[in-house]
């Protein structure tokens, strides 16, 4: 058996359905994390009030709160905390609501263990080398633009935001690949660690967003740029 390096991480599991609870929280205590469990969203904020977690694995159906409210007051106080969303809801719309919120990833239900699985160490893992990187690049300029990737605070002109900890990690492994063309083969597989063959909008909808953020024309970008066929190219220089 593959020996987990992320053996004793402490996860925060919402979910109401309580097969599907029991089952993962085993599953993934067998795995070797912490796992505890809150079956709705008032429970959830309450365990976070008292408890520190390395990651929320959050459902987005849940009674009191759903998962789109815990995920926004998540969000709003621990700006790095890795969240995985679990949804049966298909429609693009509501994943793209989650992402918006804050979550870092989605899983579509029903799921396989194993994918499950994958997320949560390829998530624990971004994590690790974010705060490891953040070391050596801790603030980036680029046009009218600054970026704290330590404290994730942002300005573009007179706009102040704050970007999520996917949106810095898609931004900084860009950066550091200035110049260069990123396929979303490569996006998926070291930033997602999740296997290039998934079909996924994600790495769309969060392109969209950096442009939002720092493109003065995010119809036009400047910065990030699509290559047809090929990625994405990150460049710090105006076209004259």
């Known amino acids: 058996m593959e020996k987990n390096p992320f053996k004793g991480s402490k996860i925060l599991l919402v979910e109401d359905e309580e097969t599907l609870a029991i089952g993962l929280q085993y599953n993934l205590s067998d795995e070797g994390f912490i796992v505890d469990l809150a079956k709705d969203g008032k429970e959830a904020l309450k365990f976070l009030e008292s408890n520190v977690y390395d990651l929320i694995i959050l459902d987005l159906m849940l009674p009191y709160l759903d998962g789109f409210e815990v995920a926004e007051r998540v969000r709003s106080r621990l700006l790095q905390m890795p969240i995985l969303?679990?949804?049966?809801r298909t429609a693009i719309e509501d994943r793209i609501k989650g992402l918006q919120l804050g979550a870092d990833d989605y899983l579509t239900k029903p799921f396989h263990l194993q994918e499950l699985l994958l997320r949560v160490k390829g998530m624990l893992k971004r994590k690790m080398w974010y705060k490891t990187s953040t070391e050596i690049?801790?603030?980036f300029r680029f046009g009218k633009n600054v970026v704290n990737f330590e404290n994730l605070n942002c300005t573009s002109g007179s706009k102040k935001?704050?970007?999520?900890?996917?949106?810095?990690?898609?931004?900084?492994?860009?950066?550091?690949?200035?110049?260069?063309?990123?396929?979303?083969?490569?996006?998926?597989?070291?930033?997602?660690?999740?296997?290039?063959?998934?079909?996924?909008?994600?790495?769309d909808i969060f392109i969209s967003r950096l442009r939002k953020y720092f493109e003065p024309d995010h119809n036009?970008?400047?910065?990030?740029?699509?290559?047809?066929?090929?990625?994405?190219?990150?460049?710090?220089?105006?076209?004259?």
């Not at 810095?168 to 997602?192: D, F, T």
């Open 220 to 240: 036009s970008p400047v910065y990030i740029k699509s290559i047809r066929s090929a990625g994405y190219s990150f460049n710090d220089e105006k076209e004259k």
């Open 137 to 139: 690049l801790s603030v």
């Open 85 to 88: 969303m679990l949804t049966a």
């Open 161 to 203: 935001f704050v970007l999520t900890p996917h949106e810095a990690m898609l931004l900084k492994y860009l950066i550091e690949r200035k110049g260069k063309i990123v396929s979303r083969k490569e996006l998926l597989e070291n930033v997602w660690q999740i296997s290039s063959e998934i079909e996924t909008r994600t790495i």
